[in-house]
């Protein structure tokens, strides 16, 4: 692998562990305003619940993306370009 594709994929790690930051604290304030609701003003529905949940599932596909079929691909278009090139020095020897 060359320099700019581990910079590639350097990059989607980076961007995978901000969005692990914002996923915490946006929770978190999420989390905190719906306590604020339920102790103020007797709001008992669990409606942080909801975009928990779906943030959950998105950041879920973005880590399998990144860290595992991601590798997978690259490994796999890598022995394609090695076997495609390998072929051709056959061809003009």
Known sequence: MGEEDLLKIAR???GFKVHLI????GNLLLWVLY???FFLFDFTFPW???P???WSIAL???YFV???WNEKWVEKEYQKLVKEQ???KNKNI
């Open 12 to 14: 989607k790690r980076v």
């Open 22 to 25: 914002i996923y915490i604290l």
């Open 35 to 37: 306590f604020l609701f």
């Open 48 to 50: 942080a619940i909801f």
């Open 52 to 54: 928990t949940l779906i």
């Open 60 to 62: 879920g596909f973005h």
């Open 66 to 68: 990144v860290f595992k």
């Open 86 to 88: 390998s072929e051709f």
